[in-house]
């Protein structure tokens, strides 16, 4: 190295110099650099124990019910109408009173009627004293004619004419009982049990026989009714329930729950299935009653209907959130030595958020409620 640099001139010397130090450098550099660490991939979370939530197959008995959309209808309505005319004297309901059936609601002037009755009263006594007087000269006619001492063409004369006035007596005392009847039609009275509506005439108006706005509506709410449909399908099951009740003398309970399904408003009884499905909805009209003493139901209101067809004692129930369906049909994973296990099902019949197994699983087995789309046979498993 040294004759070689001997050889060169100063600058080149330097160069040479300057090329050796920069490649000793490199080496140094690249040499005592350290080699990159291999870290190992993070790891696959799909490839690890599944986290699942699970519950117990549970025995219990589980009450079947049909949910529909109903509305409530009272029993009865009646306008109460006047049968007779003339100024109304008084009104004695509230709107929205609870009246009774017979209870005087208006009274409409009753003097014109008084009159009539007494006109028809007095009638009636001028018909009597005449026919006092004929039944008396007919009693002497019949002496005299058992003594030959008259005529028998006078004593039939007498008789027919006994008879007439019989005839005219029945006459006047329809009238008088018909002046009576239309003076106690001026006092107004329910015709039914119920609660009043707003009222439809003032006091001093003129009143009219057979109005049709009527004085007042009166609602039966005490008892009160729900009216429901349900699909075409579900006819059979519910006749046949409503033909065991009715056999067994007890009823179907039907619930009537508020909109928002929240609130249970009453609870009634199944009292009629309508004659015959609504051709163009597929549909059959179903009547409950319910007692409603509290007035929890009103009306034309809106509620959801829940009919009971049957009681499923000692089933097996599980949450229907854990049924899964396959090409092989319903089933869902239970959990064994901490490994997820298919297992298909046979269900029955469903209410709310549960479903009746028929087969398939036993008291008390764990099956999975969370965690359900990474499984699948044989997949290890962790229970949270």
Known sequence: MPQILARLSPGQRWLAIAAVVLVLLAIWFFGLREAPVKRPPPPNPWMGPTPVHVVSATKENLQVRIKAIGSVAP?????VRSRVEGPLLRLLFTEGQQVKAGEVLAEIDPAPYKVRLAQAEGTLQETRAQLKNAEEDLALYQNLLTKNSIAKQQFD??????????????NHTAQVEDARLQLSYTRITAPISGRTGLRKVDVGNLITAG????????????????????PENQLLAVRNAFNSAQQHKTALAVEAWDRSEQQLLA???????????????????????????????????????RLQVQTLENAITIPTDTVQYGSKGTYVYTIKDNKATMRVLKLGASEGN???????????????????????EGKDVKIM
């Open 75 to 79: 029993l009865n309505t009646v306008t």
């Open 157 to 170: 004369k007498q008789q027919a004419l006994v008879e007439q006035l019989r005839g005219t007596l029945k």
């Open 354 to 376: 549960k479903v009746a197994v028929i087969e398939g699983l036993t008291e008390g087995e764990p099956v999975v409620l969370e965690g359900l789309d990474r499984l699948h």
């Open 211 to 230: 109005d049709s706005e009527g004085l007042v509506t009166i609602t039966q709410t005490q008892p009160i009714a729900v009216m429901f449909t349900i």
């Open 267 to 305: 609870t009634g009884a199944l009292t009629t299935l309508d004659n015959q499905i609504d051709i163009t909805t597929g549909t059959l009209k179903l009547k409950a009653e319910f007692d409603n003493s509290d007035d929890s139901l009103f009306p034309n209101q809106f509620v959801n209907a």
